[in-house]
Nanobody, 125 residues
Framework: QVQLVESGGGLVQAGGSLRLSCAAS????????MGWFRQAPGKEREFVST????????YYADSVKGRFTISRDNAKNTVHLQMNSLKPEDTAVYYC??????????????????WGQGTQVTVSS
């Protein structure tokens, strides 16, 4: 079993930045690809970004490409999402996720892999 706990969400003005963190624990945590999803009220959960277990490969949704950066620190079993140039449409609950590969993370549904509890990000206009 893998446990994921997000932190770092909050309220920020448009154009500002936030850094989300996900602390992971459990069996073979460092071997998993990790990623982030987000879900706004009334909308489907959408993929944001993922990183391979080595940190060598990263992938981003077109909506955040060039603004968000994903990274991981395997020594601390932690994944980060640096969010810059935030827009009101980035407002959502952000969820940390884990699966066996970046591709598996990108195709995850709510019942797949492992999920954190979510952290709220609100961007004011």
């Amino acid at each position: 079993q893998v446990q994921l706990v997000e932190s770092g969400g909050g309220l920020v003005q448009a154009g500002g930045s936030l850094r989300l963190s996900c602390a992971a624990s459990g069996r073979t945590v460092s071997s998993y690809a990790m990623g982030w999803f987000r879900q706004a009220p009334g909308k489907e959960r959408e993929f944001v970004s993922t990183v391979s277990w080595t940190g060598a490969r990263t992938y981003y949704a077109d909506s955040v490409k060039g603004r968000f950066t994903i990274s991981r620190d395997n020594a601390k079993n932690t994944v980060h999402l640096q969010m810059n140039s935030l827009k009101p449409e980035d407002t959502a609950v952000y969820y940390c996720a884990a699966a066996m590969s970046p591709g598996a993370v990108q195709r995850m549904g709510p019942e797949d892999g492992y999920w954190g509890q979510g952290t709220q990000v609100t961007v004011s206009s």
